[in-house]
């Protein structure tokens, strides 16, 4: 099993910077450049070699399965989460059920997929956070038995707050509801397996903690699930032959890639691969408790030193990514990144994440570089 200095060793930036900032990129890995210089190649070598790149594009899809406990024909590979947001509402119907739950800690591009069905019927209501936090009660309180979709984070983007996932989708279920989860924020980090979960769909992109690049997401779509509508956004990735090439034949498969569109960024398959690969080597229960001790440990260091933080202080309650309060964010990451260390501002805070390759020395530099800061603004 690797451990997490092994696993740093594969990141050449660390070298002479601090990478925070897997909830935004995922650190640069020695295979992610060599997938990308391979993808260059086989157009080098082979001119227009589809052959291999449906193989790659079926590599990233089964590796993606296998993360999640799922099966590879239960995996749509989509262009972005908000695109996967919108194959899952685009068909349900919203006649006699209209409700569509979701929190204000969801992120906007989600969201505003949830808000863009009102024209087609959709009520959309929103569980807002109390001090940063959402319980299942906050989400039971609003879905009720007109519910039709339940929308929730694993991990919150604003503020690192890890959703009790597994008890709101329990809790949808039993009001009848579909349930979608945005692991975006989580996923590479936080262990998942759809089947405990029980969502109807999940989503998650590349290029955070699953270490890959934009333009490459993953929708998984529960085995048996039945759209009220076909999918209206298609392509000939969408067919059940895709190299039939009829243009009548408008043919849906039963499984999950009824959702795809049209050609895939084969680029970021590459990419997805590279990612994904590397996380098959560890233990994700592992890399939840490293991840975990160090989000921990970052946050009483920064509570000593006076800050205030909107990440959940329980261990449980919190995912990979500390979230400290600022007056302007923006001005202290850009002075971090003078010191190359790697943040991401949003909104009021300042976002230091972490991943299996993070270590106690990235702590120190951040928590020393803040000081200074505080110190000379
Ligand atoms: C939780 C979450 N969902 C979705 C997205 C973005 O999705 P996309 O740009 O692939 O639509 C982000 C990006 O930061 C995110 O944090």
Redesign the pocket.
Known sequence: MTDPAAFRTHFPAFADSVHLAS??QGALSDALTAELFEFQHTIREHGAPWDRWMVKIAEARALFARLIGAGEDDIAVVP????GAYQVASTQVWDERPGLVTTDLE?P??AHNWLAQQGRGAEVRFVAHHDGLVDAEDYLAVIGPDTQLVSV?LV??ANGLRFPAREIVKLAKENGARTFV?A??GLGVEPVDVTELGCDYLVS?SL?YLLGISGI?FLYVRPGLRDAVSPPLTGWFGRTNPFEFDPRNLEYPEHARRFESGTPSVPSAYGAVAGLTLLHRLDAHRVREHVEGLTGQLQQRLLEAGERLWSPLEDVRRGPLVAMFDRDPDALAAFLAERRIVCSARGDVLRMSFHYYNEDSDLDAVVRAIAEYRASH
């Open positions: 909830c935004s972005s989460a908000s695109e992120f591009s989600i984070p919150s983007y945005d975006y924020q992109g955070k997401a």
